[in-house]
């Protein structure tokens, strides 16, 4: 078909990835078919307006995805018919509404779903060495990518302090594992990611819990337990929090910052919804990079199951003890799973991962709006959960309790607590697997429980 021409307006990726991205679209559209000659690169470059290389690297790109092939002397044709994407597999179906774990929702568009399928199908070309080890802290190319990534939080840190890890969580263990010995003092909020007591408990650190207001840690109170109890380390979930959905304002995060350089105090900043915001505030690696420990998860901005973050060391000689650390627990990220994630960052599937992610959660956070009692939670547009103070006379445990019989799980606010008794409130999760009307028939349910006092709720147990 020599007067092919596609029309690049429409793609916001680059253009050779758009020029592949289109045959791929013609040839399911009908436009294009089998064994079709694509037009001479030169006379489509001309016919686009762009340079030729553009072109070539838009064969070539096609070529990989084994969409089209070049025969000498011939041209390029088309050869081969797109992968249809089968719809997502749904969860078996059950009359048990899990509303515990904080996941982002998952795709269901089944052109994003060939999308990710064709990243993951052009890493498998290079399959064998992808099964070998590597030195830690990933290629040069997933650096690249890495730093491709965090550059949308305005970050630009040099190699030698940008790792890629396992994971959030194993990072964080690493990090902890340099800055704290045990029986050593560990700041965190007053409310915290369960995780973060976990690694505390198994490196046998002391987690010290700073109360918190609508903008997140008191600075006051920072400073107190900085001269009183001599802290190793500050551990922050500074964005969406987990489970409070709050985020710290950037005139909070610059007074946190400074109270940390007065005393020189490591800032570990867990950002891992630092990314579902489209204009977030500053990360703490940006105000104090040279204090700080930025851990950049991929699970909760593009999902669980890619087990990979990004973490950038405060400066290069930091990154010594802590590759070593990774090293002896993990030895590497896999290399399989770095290379998946670099390829959706490179042709743009990240970024159409994550306009899912806000566009669904958005909705979703409308359903708790429109279902449950005005000012019975708190939560964000574009968070993943909802943190529910429960009214008097319910508490925790029997509204779990109730929430448990009719098959609806929620997790108590015992999880998140450091030190005190934890108050009377509950984390809602609306994300991951569950679909929209088994989540609005969820949140109906605790609407109308909310609605009764226990005695008559439980009566009908």
């Known amino acids: 078909m020599p007067d ?22 013609d040839l399911r559209s009908g436009r294009l078919s089998i064994g079709d000659r694509l037009p001479p690169q030169r006379q489509l470059a001309a016919r686009l307006g762009v340079d030729f290389t553009t072109v070539a690297r838009g064969y070539v790109e096609a070529k990989k995805r084994g969409l089209v092939e070049s025969r000498v002397g011939r041209g390029t044709f088309v050869c081969a018919p797109p992968r249809q994407a089968p719809p997502p597999p749904r969860p078996a179906r059950s009359d048990f509404v899990d509303l515990s774990m904080n996941l982002p929702p998952e795709p269901d568009d089944p052109a994003l779903i060939a999308r990710m399928q064709d990243g993951v199908a052009e890493v498998s070309r290079d399959l064998v060495s992808l099964l070998r080890y590597q030195a830690f802290g ?7 990518a890495a730093s491709a990534w965090l550059g949308r939080r305005s970050l630009v840190p040099s190699q030698d302090r940008l ?44 987690l010290v819990g700073l109360p918190m207001d609508a903008d997140g840690v008191d600075p006051d109170a920072f400073k107190s337990s900085c001269e009183t109890l001599k802290p190793k380390a500050i551990y922050l979930n500074p964005t969406l929090h987990n489970p409070t959905t709050l985020t710290i304002p950037a005139t909070r995060r ?4 400074a109270v940390a350089r007065r005393y020189n105090v490591p800032i570990v900043e867990d950002d ?43 400066d290069a000689r930091s990154g010594w003890p802590f590759a070593a650390a990774m090293r002896a627990a993990n030895v590497m990220a896999s290399p399989l799973t770095a290379a998946i994630a670099t390829r959706w960052i490179e042709d743009g599937a990240a970024d159409t991962i994550l306009r899912f992610i806000r566009a669904e959660t958005a909705a979703r956070q409308q359903l708790a709006a429109d279902i449950l009692p005005k000012g019975s939670f708190r939560s964000d547009r574009l968070s993943f959960n909802l943190w529910m103070e429960l009214p008097k006379p319910w508490t925790r445990s029997a509204f779990i309790g109730h929430m448990g019989s009719t098959r609806i799980g929620v997790v108590a606010s015992d999880a998140f607590t450091v030190g005190g008794d934890p108050i009377e409130a509950i984390r809602i999760c609306i994300g991951g697997p569950t679909g929209r009307e088994e989540i609005r028939s969820a949140l109906e349910y605790i609407a109308h429980a909310l609605a009764q006092s226990p005695a008559h709720a439980l009566q009908f147990l």
């Not at 092919?4 to 679209?25: C, H, N, V």
């Not at 610059?254 to 910052?257: G, K, N, P, S, T």
């Not at 204009?279 to 990079?289: N, R, T, V, W």
């Open 4 to 25: 092919w021409t596609p029309d690049l307006t429409g793609s916001d990726k680059p253009r050779y990835l758009a020029i592949a991205d289109l045959i791929a679209e």
């Open 138 to 144: 990933g290629s040069p190319a997933d650096k690249d």
């Open 163 to 206: 790792f890629v890890t396992p994971g959030a969580h194993p990072a964080l263990l690493g990090i902890f594992s340099i800055l704290a010995a045990p029986g050593d003092v560990v700041l965190c909020e007053e409310l915290t990611y369960p995780g973060m007591r976990a690694i505390a408990a198994q490196l046998r650190l002391k």
């Open 254 to 257: 610059v007074a946190i910052a």
């Open 272 to 314: 891992a919804y630092g990314f579902i915001p489209t204009q977030g505030q500053p990360p703490f690696a940006a105000i104090a990079p040279d204090l700080t420990w930025h851990v950049a998860g991929l699970a909760k901005c593009i999902g669980a199951g890619l087990r990979a973050a990004y973490v950038v060391a405060p």
